[in-house]
């Protein structure tokens, strides 16, 4: 697979008015944008730093995976995402060496990109995220 840069660090937060403040106050960094993503059941917040965001993820359901990791593990990093050319052959890449994928097809994510996630017990822990910007090519 052909990885390209980290797209975004996802961070799961209670409260996303709050940890802006902190992001740009403290960092110095600027939201650009707020998006609610319903069919996550989330609220986000975007931040650029070089060519990488910054996601802040606050559910907006306690049935929401947000939630759920928020009351087992706090807040903190919730996953990050990795650029990739070709999101469906990284997809069959991944599978084909034995990965866990949540995802077997991309679907629509934040800002317009296709993404698909593999599963924390087989990546060593981390939530992992890969996405395609096919507005790029
Ligand atoms: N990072 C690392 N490990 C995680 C995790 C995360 N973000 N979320 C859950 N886990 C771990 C749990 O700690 C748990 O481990 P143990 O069995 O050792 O306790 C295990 O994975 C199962 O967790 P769970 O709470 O039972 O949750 P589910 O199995 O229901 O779901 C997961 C876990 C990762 C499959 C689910 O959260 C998922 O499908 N995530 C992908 C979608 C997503 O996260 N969307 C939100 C962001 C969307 C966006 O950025 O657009």
Same mark, same amino acid.
């Given at each position: 697979?052909?990885?390209?840069?980290?797209?975004?660090?996802?961070?799961?937060?209670?409260?996303?008015?709050?940890?802006?403040?902190?992001?740009?106050?403290?960092?110095?960094?600027?939201?650009?944008?707020?998006?609610?993503?319903?069919?996550?059941?989330?609220?986000?917040?975007? *931040?650029?730093?070089? @060519?990488? +965001?910054?996601?802040? =993820?606050?559910? /907006?359901? $306690?049935?929401?995976?947000?939630?759920?990791?928020?009351?087992?593990?706090?807040?903190?990093?919730?996953?990050?995402?990795?650029?990739?050319?070709?999101?469906?052959?990284? *997809?069959?890449?991944? @599978?084909? +060496?034995?990965?866990? =994928?949540?995802? /077997?097809? $991309?679907?629509?994510?934040?800002?317009?990109?296709?993404?698909?996630?593999?599963?924390?017990?087989?990546?060593?822990?981390?939530?992992?995220?890969?996405?395609?910007?096919?507005?790029?090519?």
């Amino acid at each position: 697979m052909k990885t390209t840069h980290i797209e975004h660090i996802g961070i799961a937060v209670s409260n996303l008015q709050e940890s802006i403040k902190y992001y740009e106050d403290i960092l110095g960094l600027k939201c650009y944008k707020t998006e609610e993503v319903p069919d996550q059941k989330i609220r986000t917040a975007f *931040l650029m730093i070089g @060519e990488t +965001k910054i996601e802040l =993820l606050e559910p /907006t359901d $306690p049935e929401s995976t947000v939630a759920k990791f928020i009351e087992k593990r706090g807040e903190g990093i919730h996953h990050i995402a990795f650029a990739v050319d070709d999101l469906v052959s990284g *997809l069959k890449d991944a @599978e084909s +060496k034995g990965v866990k =994928l949540i995802d /077997t097809v $991309p679907r629509k994510g934040a800002e317009g990109l296709q993404i698909a996630f593999l599963h924390p017990k087989s990546t060593y822990g981390v939530l992992t995220e890969l996405c395609e910007d096919q507005a790029k090519k």
